[in-house]
């Protein structure tokens, strides 16, 4: 007679210290494993935690069985405007492709149990298209609450790399080899073109995050208060994030520099055969030349030569990424409003954000 296989129970735990987060670290990255973005590490979230928990109140969810061993996590923190409250992911400001922790569905659906059962509201952005996370929060037994999802609202490029640097210009269309070709030329009328990689130590990463702040803030983004170097938040976590980076060997900048002038600068951590590009900024006075586009070629012809897979651009879908061989990756976002005071305070600030960022939206002429 054949035995059934006996379900997993699983015991969800809520963590809200930091002390206890942190003692996650070896757990968190052995599921973090089994997915190929370093966006899912603990590096990741414990440089969110350092720069923007603030005020709010960590609230990670954790599936552990019978023996305490994790099978789930599901990060988020706690957000109070008033007397409302909201769960939204951890690291959210980032702006990056998000999503929860699991071996399988099955151990993610009590943690998704448990968080539908505080009735609170809930918002997760950028969650992978076809992720499990989204069917998962479609079927949690979420009673009296409005339910929005936006399938497929937001999207990254990745680019394909080659065996070569050779073999990846040869892919590039004519048309696009001699544009390249082009910018190069107006770039060396400014001087000598170089172009640098850097695997940073421990002990150089604050210079070269330093170069690349100020290469950031020099143009557009300096002056509408949207770089790094202005959003003090923000340059606490990547600079949290990169001393972690370069000390598992990961972290990676690249330089472009034109008459001795560093014009353009990148940083992105090398993982899972990929190359992740975090931050890309270049020096407006030499925007004629596009030195990010140079910039963004030369390191994926050595992200080529070092026998990398492909090139995640990340962020949001730019069409200037299309011009080597790309594909894109499509993200959902999904959001509950319980039919309650908090509930209806965020739906309605929700939809009041979406109205004023269509009606202040440049019209195309």
């Not at 129970?9 to 003692?23: D, I, K, M, N, W």
């Not at 339910?147 to 990846?168: D, F, K, N, V, Y």
């Not at 002056?223 to 990547?238: N, V």
Request: overall charge positive.
């Amino acid at each position: 007679m054949l035995q059934r296989t006996p379900i997993p129970t699983y015991h969800v735990e809520r963590v809200a210290s930091v002390a206890r987060f942190l003692e996650l670290e070896p757990e968190w990255n052995r599921l973090a494993a089994n997915f190929s973005t370093p966006l899912l590490h603990h590096e990741w979230f414990a440089a969110s935690v350092d720069a923007f928990l603030g005020c709010s109140e960590l609230a990670i969810f954790v599936a552990r069985d019978a023996l305490g061993s994790v099978h789930a996590i599901a990060p988020f923190v706690l957000e109070r405007e008033g007397v409302f409250q909201r769960l939204r992911l951890l690291g959210y400001r980032t702006l990056e492709p998000a999503g929860l922790l699991c071996e399988d569905r099955a151990a993610l659906k009590p943690v998704i149990d448990a968080i539908a059962a505080l009735g609170i509201p809930l918002e997760l952005r950028r969650l992978g298209a076809a992720s499990c996370e989204i069917s998962a929060l479609c079927d949690a037994p979420m009673r009296r609450t409005v339910r929005m999802i936006q399938p497929g609202h937001a999207s990254s490029t990745w680019a394909r790399l080659e065996s070569s640097a050779e073999a990846l210009e040869a892919k590039l269309s004519p048309g696009r080899r001699s544009e390249l070709r082009r910018k190069r030329k107006q770039a060396e009328q400014g001087g000598a073109v170089t172009f640098e990689a850097v695997v940073p130590t421990e002990a150089t990463v604050a210079a070269n995050l330093d170069r690349l702040f100020e290469v950031e803030a020099s143009g557009w983004k300096g002056r509408a208060k949207t770089a790094i170097l202005a959003d003090a938040p923000l340059r606490q976590f990547y600079t949290r994030y990169a001393a972690a980076a370069a000390g598992l060997g990961e972290l990676r900048f690249f330089f472009l520099g034109i008459g001795g002038e560093t014009a353009a600068a990148i940083m992105a951590v090398e993982h899972a055969e990929r190359l992740w590009e975090l931050k890309i900024g270049f020096q407006e006075r030499w925007s004629k030349c596009s030195p990010g586009l140079i910039l963004a070629h030369e390191t994926l012809r050595h992200a080529s030569d070092q026998g990398l897979a492909a090139y995640e651009f990340l962020g949001g879908s730019d069409g200037w990424q299309e011009r080597w061989p790309h594909a894109k990756h499509a993200y959902s976002s999904f959001r509950s409003f319980p039919l309650s005071p908090s509930g209806g305070y965020f739906l309605a600030k929700d939809i009041g954000s979406a109205l004023w960022r269509r009606a202040t939206r440049p019209v195309k002429t």
